[in-house]
């Protein structure tokens, strides 16, 4: 069974982290700031997600990883609902999250829960990062923005006086 549970940045493991983000500077940028939850098997973390503040508006999720022997099982998709729920409870009115552009199965997961292109960053990873990284026999280099919104803006809704 899968229990999704807050974990205290102590007690994050480095080697999920490192499965989302190969770079040590961009990690320790968040490691000790943002709120993590685990994904536990068997008493085993073996799913990590880190999730920041933005601004007092917005969050994003800067780490999501599960361990490969236990993909495939929707412990991603279960972390990111954790995240939105959190999220929406602070009240955030929008969640972000990043990925490089051949994260395909990374893009496909971030649609499925909800989130929509947002913006390129290009070159990113290849300015950010300094060794080439392929997934799916494609180079990283730009840097996908996706966004959640988790809130209606009562502004634009035509039950309050909009066009």
């Not at 000790?32 to 917005?58: C, M, N, P, R, Y």
């Not at 990374?106 to 990062?129: P, T």
Request: charged letters at 30%.
């Amino acid at each position: 069974m899968i229990t999704i549970k807050r974990i205290a940045n102590e007690d994050v493991p480095y080697d999920l982290l490192f499965l989302a983000d190969e770079n040590d500077e961009q990690i320790s940028k968040y490691k000790d700031v943002a709120v993590f939850w685990g994904a536990k098997v068997d008493g085993e973390i073996v799913g990590i997600l880190g999730l920041t503040e933005i601004h007092e508006q917005a969050s994003e999720i800067v780490n999501i990883a599960v361990a490969e022997k236990f993909e495939n099982r929707r412990i991603a998709t279960k972390l990111i609902q954790e995240a939105i729920a959190y999220s929406k409870e602070k009240p955030y009115r929008e969640i972000v999250i990043k990925t490089g552009n051949c994260g395909i199965k990374q893009l496909y997961l971030y649609q499925r829960c909800g989130f929509r292109f947002d913006a390129i960053n290009k070159n990113y990873i290849a300015e950010h990062y300094p060794m080439p990284i392929f997934e799916n026999d494609i180079q990283c280099l730009d840097q996908i923005v996706l966004k959640k919104t988790l809130v209606s803006d009562p502004a634009s809704s035509s039950e309050n006086g909009a066009d």
